[in-house]
């Protein structure tokens, strides 16, 4: 009965270690997919910050284009004035 007992507790051993070894396995696996996530979140979050950027350009150009307009047109009004 004790070698029985014995054998019980050193099969329970070697199943309990497999078992650490198979979630940290797992584990490792899930932190390598965060990682993957994270990197593909960052550079997503990077290509909306330069669509971003080029999206201010673009109207701070199309604002000096309209007050330069906007400049000739009230220059031209004028010189329509004098004469």
Request: hydrophobic content about 40%; overall charge negative.
């Amino acid at each position: 009965m004790k070698k029985l007992f014995l054998s019980f507790a050193a099969l329970s051993l070697v199943f309990s270690i497999y078992s650490c070894r198979e979630t940290e396995k797992k584990a490792d696996d899930v932190a390598d997919d965060m990682e993957e996530v994270m990197d593909d979140a960052a550079d997503d979050v990077e290509d909306a910050m330069n669509d971003a950027g080029d999206a201010i350009e673009n109207a701070a150009e199309e604002t000096g284009d309209a007050v330069n307009e906007a400049a000739n047109d009230v220059e031209d009004a004028i010189k329509n004035d004098d004469q």
